[in-house]
């Protein structure tokens, strides 16, 4: 069988489907599987084990989509999945030339219109759970293929990294914590000065010093955390997704707000204190029980929205105690013994 699984974006919505991926290779291991998505993406793609084919989709033009579709075109697939709900993933699917094309009920739909371009769905049609994770929403879509699983799995190789093996050297295998202060979205970056003194608790309490990651233009942003941490903290070096993945395979912990490090960290098993505020950490957040969220999403009026309406920003009332005592859940009991504190030490 040949399937192709259309999810072009964005960084934590991919690492989400990549548990369908990984089921529909346990259940079908001679499948090809390919994967289209948008080329400034492809990096966790390429860490998936279970791929056989990734086409980048280069850029909005018409003369991409059209490069793409015709590399897609290369292999008869028995069936493509739209893991996007989109009208544009929806469009590609179908010029996919795939003999069915799958996607989500109406109700499941991020683009309603989306809905005509699919010959069938793969679930009931019901209106899903508040609560739902995404995860389990692309898993249900495999029933399409006689798959009916939620088992999640994220095969996501290891990679070398000078980053990592930095962090390695200097303060060891789970001695240090990630903070993440970045987001694309304004509304969901809690101010950098909290994440600080996060960092200096971390230290005091935990004996953990911490690294600030950072992307494009969050630069300055983790110079702030650090500014506020009493010398806690450090800026991450500049860092690929593989060595974010290896950087958080050595991680003690990630603090961060719900954005595609704080998603990479909890595919590769990462403990996590996540702070939500216009996203539902039901359906987005970290997935497993254990992992501790800091949410404002029932009292948040801006749901989804990439900016908030509001006089009062739901984040702001998030305390850094709140934080603090997340971590102490998260946490094991005690700090460990003989952790380094920084390069420095003996």
């Excluded at 994967?35 to 400034?40: G, R, Y």
């Excluded at 941490?229 to 690929?240: F, G, I």
Aim: charged share 20%; net charge neutral; glycine share 8%.
């Amino acid at each position: 069988m040949n399937v192709l699984i259309v999810k072009l974006g964005a960084l934590g919505d991919i690492i989400h489907a990549i548990p369908a991926a990984a089921a529909l290779r346990s259940a079908l291991p001679d499948a090809r599987i390919d994967w289209v998505v948008d080329a400034k993406h492809r990096g966790i793609l390429d860490l998936v084990s279970v791929l056989d084919r990734i086409v980048p989709i280069e850029g909005r033009t018409l003369r991409a989509w059209t490069e793409a579709v015709s590399r897609v075109r290369q292999t008869r697939y028995d069936v493509a999945l739209d893991l996007q709900g989109l009208m544009k993933s929806a469009v590609l699917a179908r010029a996919s030339g795939a003999a069915r094309v799958a996607g989500f009920s109406i109700w499941h739909l991020r683009e309603k219109s989306a809905r005509p371009f699919y010959s069938e769905t793969g679930d009931s049609g019901a209106a899903p759970p508040d609560d739902e994770h995404v995860i389990y929403k692309n898993l249900r879509l495999l029933r399409v293929v006689g798959i009916d699983t939620r088992e999640v799995a994220f095969p996501i190789a290891r990679v070398p990294s000078a980053a990592a093996a930095e962090a390695g050297a200097a303060y060891g295998a789970g001695g240090f914590a990630l903070i993440n202060a970045g987001a694309a979205w304004p509304n969901k970056r809690w101010p950098p000065g909290r994440f600080g003194e996060v960092a200096a608790f971390l230290r005091e309490i935990r004996g953990l010093p911490s690294l600030v990651l950072w992307g494009p233009g969050e630069q300055e942003l983790a110079w702030q955390v650090v500014e506020a941490s009493s010398d806690a903290a450090r800026v991450a070096p500049a860092t690929t997704i593989g060595d974010l993945a290896e950087l958080s395979r050595l991680a003690a912990l990630v603090v961060s707000g719900d954005t595609g490090p704080l998603q990479i960290a909890a595919a590769v098993g990462t403990p996590a204190v996540a702070i939500f505020g216009p996203t539902n950490p039901g359906r987005n957040g970290p997935w497993s029980p254990d992992d501790v969220v800091v949410s404002r999403y029932p009292s948040c009026a801006c749901h989804y929205d990439r900016r908030c309406h509001n006089a009062a920003w739901c984040l702001e009332s998030v305390t850094v105690a709140e934080v603090c005592a997340a971590i102490q859940q998260r946490l094991p009991a005690a700090p460990r013994p003989g952790v380094k504190t920084g390069a420095n030490d003996d």
